[in-house]
């Protein structure tokens, strides 16, 4: 899975040329590693963002205003419902043309916290040209809080576009701005020294503009040359919680592309379970109707036999007990009574030379358990008794040690 990181220029730069801002991006794996990057206009990265699992535009820090405001006690959708008021005073214009996200409480204070500001319709076309190319989640960062941070210092960056160099500078974990200056170095180091005040500054500068940087350094205190690179800006943009597209709906869009691609077969599946029910339901019915009509015809022929009985709700049992009490009566009796089975036991027990040799026996469900004395008969002798037991139309099956249970059916 891999995330696309694109690096939005200033809205400046973009209006003064006249031409599709060239955007930096990169590729990165789960792992944090870089896989490919490179520079490009923001309509030609449609593969690139039709492939990442995730994109994450990071927006010039002079186009996103980080403001610390005092929030009053409420609950998380009243609080969000209560920015655009709070942030008032500090907007130009009307808060609903801006985007608003809402920091984190700092250092555990929860009466005053930062509130990012972003233009609603410029960011919207940017958000709905990456969802357009097939993202399947969009989050909008601001770029000077993708910049390390290390305590007591700030960290900066320039880069250069086609407004002049772009200075982003982080003060503190939600604190930074940005500025377009012109393309002085020695001029943007005094300027960059001046929004710092007394902390020592890391500029991250591109590995071409190091030597030019490192020669007006030299007459600036307290500022520190690193090259800029993807890894420690991906490293930094990991913890922004910041994301100004979540309240364009941003997921909504990518949600809404994910579910038309998913659509046919979701249609397919619900039609397959729909044909299933309905297969199962008739064949329910067919196998009711069948019920119905084999018991109506045992019904019938239950009262053809007893036409002055009335019929249970089980005329094949009923007929069985009653065909037993008729044989009851006559004088024999069914194979699997009691008597009958005993009798064949007893004599089934002829067989062995010790006849005493049962501890006792239990008659239930026309089926009797035996249970045999512990070392009184071998193998051999229980299988010649179930062989004799056979020979009398029952079966003897073995139901745990020294227990037989024997029953009708035998061959």
């Not at 990169?26 to 963002?49: F, I, K, Y």
């Not at 008021?85 to 985007?99: I, K, N, R, T």
């Not at 005094?190 to 350094?217: I, K, N, S, W």
């Amino acid at each position: 899975m891999t995330t696309l990181y694109i690096r939005y220029p200033a809205r400046a730069a973009a209006a003064d040329s006249g031409v599709p801002a060239s955007c930096q991006f990169a590729l990165v794996g789960d792992g944090g590693n870089v896989m490919q990057q490179g520079a490009g206009a923001l309509g030609n990265l449609g593969e690139l963002v039709s492939g990442a699992r995730r994109v994450v535009l990071l927006l010039a820090a002079a186009d996103v205003s980080l403001l610390k405001v005092k929030v009053p006690p409420l609950s998380g959708a009243r609080l969000k419902s209560a920015l655009p008021h709070l942030v008032e005073e500090q907007v130009l214009g009307d808060p609903a043309d801006c985007v608003l996200a809402l920091a984190p409480p700092a250092n555990g204070d929860s009466d005053e916290r930062v509130v990012a500001v972003a233009n609603r319709a410029w960011l919207e076309v940017l958000v709905k040209a990456l969802v357009a190319q097939g993202a399947q989640g969009v989050s909008a960062l601001p770029v000077q809080l993708c910049l390390p941070l290390a305590p007591g210092s700030a960290s900066a960056a320039l880069g250069l576009d086609d407004a002049g160099l772009e200075l982003t500078l982080r003060s503190a974990p939600y604190e930074g701005l940005g500025l377009t200056l012109p393309n002085a170095p020695e001029p943007a180091l005094h300027t960059l020294r001046a929004l710092a005040g007394d902390a020592p500054v890391t500029l991250y500068v591109a590995p071409a503009q190091r030597a030019e940087y490192a020669a007006a350094a030299a007459n600036v205190a307290g500022i520190t040359l690193e090259e800029d690179n993807w890894i420690h800006r991906v490293a930094a943009a990991k913890a922004v919680t910041l994301d100004l597209a979540a309240s364009l709906g941003a997921a909504s869009g990518a949600t809404a592309r994910a579910w038309a691609r998913w659509k046919w077969p979701y249609r397919i599946a619900v039609a397959v379970v729909v044909v299933n029910i309905v297969g199962l339901n008739w064949e329910f019915m067919r196998l009711k109707r069948e019920a119905a009509t084999v018991r109506q015809n045992m019904v019938q022929v239950f009262r053809a036999a007893y036409p002055n009985q009335p019929v249970t709700d089980d005329p094949a049992a009923q007929m069985r007990r009653n065909i037993a009490v008729a044989r009851a009566g006559s004088g024999g009796g069914n194979a699997d009574d009691f008597t009958n089975i005993s009798a064949a036991l007893g004599e089934a027990l002829a067989v062995l030379p010790n006849r005493e040799v049962v501890a006792g026996v239990d008659y239930k469900d026309r089926s009797m358990t035996v249970k045999f004395k512990p070392g009184s008969v071998d193998a051999n002798a229980l299988a010649q008794m179930q062989a004799a037991l056979a020979q009398r139309k029952l079966s003897a099956s073995e139901s745990g040690p020294g227990v037989w249970l024997v029953k009708a059916g035998g061959k």
